[in-house]
């Protein structure tokens, strides 16, 4: 029984002391994770937003390019004028 108790001892010492010695350096690692993670949601919430932002600058472009391709449907549609619109629609064949 007295050498069970040795060896209990003996393992008890080493991962005390295993646990000393690394412990330091494995928070380390962790807080180095954490702080890496913390950056890479703030990198990917900016790019996100530069998305979202690039987007609407594309859907206003392309707005822009379909009033330059067809001025006088859009001068329609600003001046409300149904009847124009609706025949050029009729012309067009959209009708």
Known sequence: MDWLIWVSLGALFIGVWH???RFPATNDSI???QER???LESENRDLREKVESLDDEVLSLS???D???DPIYY???EDGD???LYEMDKARGNI
């Open 19 to 21: 646990e000393m010695n």
């Open 31 to 33: 807080l180095r994770l």
């Open 37 to 39: 993670f913390d950056e």
């Open 63 to 65: 707005n822009e390019i």
């Open 67 to 69: 009033k330059l391709k």
């Open 75 to 77: 001068q329609a549609i």
């Open 82 to 84: 149904g009847h124009a």
